[in-house]
């Protein structure tokens, strides 16, 4: 069978990489795969791949969102050109993962998928679909997603919005242009989100869900030089890792939690930007994203605990990625990184740094009888 997958990025971050080995799963079992992305490509020398747009388009559309709340509805043209491509390829499946992130125009794409008599199937990997504006809502504790987004809370946020608030029309355009494609299934990574999307305009979509998995030839315990490079050998090291630290990451838990560990402690978090990376306590070490997995898989290993603050997650990789090297796991109550300890080990506890900290007590063998 011939596979088309669609993401924002290709081989890059959880989702491009999820995507990606999807590919080499079903190109392994003899089918034909091409994987669709918009803005990024990493490591996929051995997939096929096609660019949806360019590096302008995907400005055009960035500034079109920032500026009138659009995001998905620009890059009409490069849409077009890639739907004329789809054709011509003539896929069995397609596979639908990321649809944000400035490089595709929803009217044109699900006008195609309404009328093409493909099997479709749609990973979700945040809220992004059935809202209005964002990606995600628990954190700021807003429901309107179930009957209507309007005067959007977040609209500073991705996909921010510097002027407009267009989330009541957003909205209704998703919800029109997404309900009633026939031979759509949705697969989502938790019955966290499986339980959103019931509540959602989604909710007439079959659901499966189909937790992440990751590769254990790379994530699995590693000799590491980290500890000594970082002068960490007599520390107990508590780490964090994102891509992007943003409130409901939790580095504000952690800073937090800061206060509380003494002097055996270090954290170590990954993935700050160089603004975050100052003014820090001295018992926090500061990091950028890793230039490689292989680095990233060290720093799991060196550690002792691995804790996940966010308030908000569909799934949760590093939670597992740090798990699958050895490395205990720490995370909030009410949020999809429960399911991954409950499954795979580790703590969930109620949030809040206080209860952090008596969780790394326990699993570091410091709490006290």
């Keep these: 069978m011939k596979y088309l997958f669609v993401n924002s990025v290709a081989g890059f971050g959880s989702t491009g990489r999820l995507a990606a080995e999807s590919c080499r799963a079903l190109m392994a079992q003899g089918h034909s795969c091409v994987l669709a992305y918009g803005r990024k490509q990493e490591d996929c020398r051995d997939i096929p791949t096609v660019r949806i747009g360019t590096d302008w388009d995907c400005r055009l559309h960035g500034l079109r969102s920032r500026i009138l709340d659009e995001q998905g509805f620009g890059s009409r043209g490069a849409t077009r050109r890639f739907l004329a491509w789809v054709r011509e390829y003539d896929p069995d499946v397609i596979w639908l993962h990321n649809l944000h992130g400035y490089y595709l125009h929803l009217g044109e794409l699900f006008a195609y998928l309404r009328t093409c ?70 697969i989502v990574p938790s019955h966290w989100l499986e339980s959103r999307v019931k509540e959602s305009f989604l909710k007439e979509y079959p659901v499966e869900v189909v937790y992440h998995t990751i590769d254990p030839a790379v994530f699995r315990p590693l000799p590491s030089d980290f500890r000594k490079t970082h002068h960490l050998e007599d520390k107990k090291i508590i780490l964090g890792v994102a891509s992007v630290w943003d ?15 003494d002097d055996q402690f270090m954290i170590v978090l990954v993935g700050l930007r160089e603004k975050q990376r100052k003014n820090l306590p001295a018992n926090i070490l500061a990091l950028p994203r890793t230039g ?47 399911e991954i300890v409950r499954r795979f080990g580790g703590i969930a506890v109620p949030r809040g740094a206080d209860h952090l900290f008596q969780a790394i007590l326990q699993l570091t063998g410091e709490a006290h009888p």
């Design 117 to 186: 008599g493909k099997e479709i199937r749609w990973t979700l990997h945040d809220c992004w679909s059935f809202t209005g504006h964002c990606a995600y809502f628990d954190f700021v504790r807003c429901d309107r997603w179930k009957s209507g987004c309007h005067h959007c809370p977040q609209r500073k946020s991705y996909p921010q919005s510097l002027l407009l608030d267009r989330s009541r029309e957003n909205y209704r355009e998703k919800r029109e242009l997404f309900t009633g494609i026939p031979n759509l299934r949705l």
């Design 247 to 261: 409130a409901r990451k939790g580095l504000a838990d952690f800073l937090e939690l800061a206060k509380l560990l």
């Design 292 to 338: 490689t997995l292989e680095e990233l898989v060290q720093i799991y290993s060196a550690a002792d605990v691995f804790v996940n603050p966010s308030a908000e997650e569909t799934f949760g990789m590093t939670t597992l990625e740090a798990r699958r090297c050895g490395t205990e796991a720490v995370v909030y109550q009410g949020t999809a990184c429960e």
